[in-house]
Nanobody, 117 residues
């Protein structure tokens, strides 16, 4: 059974940094495309960044230059490095594992990121 467990969230001041981790088990991690989504209060869940099974990263335009996604197949873990955080980045951040063009998809439970002074 797939398990995705996010960690690294918390309270950070504007301009600060956080690194989120998502530890994955129960699936063949290296064959899955991975992604980070976020959902702010009262808003729809939105894509933040993705990284393919072949290790090709992509970050949503509005977050390029501040967020970096990476994966470590030896540790079955995907990361989201977030710099220059803004109050608008406050959200629950979710880890997602999927096989593109298929219905196979798994989600973590999320980790809260709060950016506030």
């Amino acid at each position: 059974q797939a398990q995705l467990v996010e960690s690294g969230g918390g309270l950070v001041q504007p301009g600060g940094s956080l690194t989120l981790s998502c530890a994955v088990s129960g699936i063949l991690f290296r064959t899955f495309d991975m992604a980070w989504f976020r959902q702010a209060p009262g808003k729809q869940r939105e894509l933040v960044a993705s990284i393919s099974a072949g290790n090709t990263p992509a970050v949503v335009d509005s977050m390029k230059g501040r967020f970096t996604i990476s994966r470590d197949n030896a540790k079955n873990t995907v990361y989201l490095q977030m710099n220059s955080l803004k109050p608008d980045d406050t959200a629950v951040y979710y880890c997602n594992a999927h096989v593109t063009f298929s219905a196979v998809e798994y989600w973590g439970r999320g980790t809260q990121v709060t950016v506030s002074s």
